[in-house]
């Protein structure tokens, strides 16, 4: 494991109970805060935070790993203009994920599986990724799509849904009604990013747009 001190951010709130959240590795020691749920997200807080606790200063961040979505419109404007910030003056390299390989990571087990990560996308739609979960860590087995509704469960079949504890009772339903196993998490936080071998990709600046839960980035 690398000594050099890693920084994990997601503004997301994938689950909806933590504005934003954070997580420095500094060898084997991991440090996690994050904000309380229905507070006032602090995201620069939460890092100086970490630091001090770790014994340094953000400038000796060198790797920033960051969600980039699906997920708040809000907690991801501010979470990815942060690192853009940190990018641009901070000289680090930058890590990204999306939410839905967070999400999938929470199914891993002892065998390879395929796994069906799952967001309401509102408008009778959802988001869906299809993944390879196991003990070596998550693999993309499908790009992410915003489908409706019947679309979606008619992929999932009687596979593996992986989703949000908040996720609406009507899509659980449909899921469910196709043989489906639910699978529902809450606290899907930044910590998350250390937690198995996840599909991240190099980010420039550029590369750093948030995905809106209602946004176009993955429709047909």
């Not at 994920?97 to 002892?110: E, G, V």
């Not at 693999?139 to 019947?150: F, G, I, S």
Request: proline share 7%.
């Amino acid at each position: 494991m690398s000594d050099h001190p890693t920084l994990a951010l997601s503004g997301s709130n994938l689950t909806g109970d933590a504005p934003f959240s954070a997580a420095l590795r500094v060898g084997d020691a991991l440090h996690a805060a994050a904000s309380p749920p229905g507070g006032r997200g602090d995201l620069a807080g939460l890092v100086a935070g970490l630091c001090a606790t770790a014994g340094l200063t953000p400038a000796d961040v060198r790797t920033v790993r960051v969600d980039v979505g699906p997920g708040s419109y809000t907690g991801l404007r501010v979470a990815l203009t942060f690192v853009r910030f940190l990018q641009r003056f901070g000289a680090v390299d930058v890590q990204a994920i999306d939410s839905l390989a967070l999400l999938a990571a929470r199914a891993r087990a002892a065998a390879d599986r395929r796994v069906h990560a799952v967001l309401d996308a509102r408008r009778e739609r959802v988001h869906w990724q299809a993944f390879d979960v196991g003990p070596r860590g998550v693999a993309v087995a499908a790009p992410a799509a915003a489908l409706p509704l019947a679309e979606a469960v008619a992929r999932v079949g009687c596979g593996l849904v992986v989703a949000p504890a908040a996720l609406p009772a009507a899509l659980q339903a449909a899921f469910a009604a196709a043989g489906a196993e639910l699978a529902l998490h809450t606290r899907v936080v930044a910590a998350e990013m250390f937690a198995a071998p996840l599909p991240f990709a190099p980010a420039a600046i550029a590369d750093l747009e948030p995905r809106y839960l209602m946004g176009s980035y993955v429709e047909d």
